[in-house]
Nanobody, 117 residues
C-alpha cells in the first residue's frame, strides 16, 4: 500500500522557519522524483520544489533562496526546509512522488502551514 505521510506543518510567525517531512512507503522511493506542492484557499495547487532521483532540484521563483528540498533515500523521506516564511507561504503543503515514464504519481494528504503574527 502506497503511503506518503507529511508532517512538520504548523503555525509560525513571519520570518520564521519550518521543516516539512514526507515519509514514503509501499513503493521504490529511490526510483521516483519527489516534490512539494502547495494550495492556498481559493487558489490552484502549485509547484514549490522538486528533486529528481539523482538529486537535481527545481524551485518555484517565489521561494528560491528561502526553501530547500532534500531527500534521504535510506529513510524513504523527502524534506522541505522553509526559512524566512512570509504570509503568502501559508497553504496546505502536499508531498508528491512521480515516475512519469510509467505514469505513476502519488500524493500525500497534506500538512497545513499557517503564517501569522
Amino acid at each position: 500500500q502506497v503511503q506518503l505521510v507529511e508532517s512538520g506543518g504548523g503555525l509560525v510567525q513571519p520570518g520564521g522557519s519550518l521543516r516539512l517531512s514526507c515519509a514514503a512507503s509501499g513503493f521504490s522511493f529511490s526510483m521516483y522524483a519527489m516534490g512539494w506542492y502547495r494550495q492556498a484557499p481559493g487558489k490552484q495547487r502549485e509547484l514549490v520544489a522538486t528533486i529528481s532521483r539523482g538529486g537535481n532540484t527545481n524551485y518555484a521563483d517565489s521561494i528560491k533562496g528561502r526553501f530547500t528540498i532534500s531527500r534521504d533515500n535510506a529513510k524513504n523521506t523527502v524534506y522541505l526546509q522553509m526559512n524566512s516564511l512570509k504570509f503568502e507561504d501559508a497553504a496546505v503543503y502536499y508531498c508528491n512522488a512521480d515516475r512519469p515514464r510509467y505514469a505513476l504519481s502519488y500524493w500525500g494528504q497534506g500538512t497545513q502551514v499557517t503564517v501569522s503574527s
